[in-house]
């Protein structure tokens, strides 16, 4: 599975900015689409991400502000970033999950994106 991130870039605090990520490869239906990030120093924390059943969650620092959405048929993934801080100013990472039983057990993969830089001044 290849995922390939756009929309990155340098934008004033209060701006929008939307990334998308297309994935493709060896799909599964299994499949969940997200997005992380990672701050200069920091770990790399959840963004916000579809979860089994097609709910999504989201890291209380960015909700009422990103929108997490697909297209399913595409198997594209978009962050929609609305009121952007300095604090947002991180790579963020595509992210999709998935599994499939082999031998009658269950086994997860987890495939990440090179990462696209968001930077936010202020």
């Known amino acids: 599975v290849q995922l390939q991130a756009s929309g990155g870039g340098l934008v004033q605090t209060g701006e929008p900015l939307r990334l998308a990520c297309a994935a493709s490869?060896?799909?599964?239906?299994?499949?969940?689409m997200g997005w992380y990030r990672q701050a200069a120093g920091k770990q790399r924390e959840l963004v916000g991400a579809?979860?089994?059943?097609?709910?999504?969650n989201y890291a209380d620092s960015v909700k009422g502000r990103f929108t997490v959405s697909r297209d399913s048929a595409m198997n594209t993934v978009y962050l929609q970033m609305n009121s952007l801080k300095p604090e947002d100013t991180a790579v963020y990472y595509c992210?999709?999950?998935?599994?499939?039983?082999?031998?009658?057990?269950?086994?997860?993969?987890?495939?990440w994106g090179q990462g696209t830089q968001v930077t936010v001044s202020s």
């Open positions: 992210n999709l999950k998935q599994w499939a039983l082999r031998l009658g057990r269950r086994r997860n993969y987890d495939y």
């Open positions: 490869g060896s799909i599964f239906k299994t499949n969940v």
């Open positions: 579809f979860a089994d059943g097609g709910s999504t």
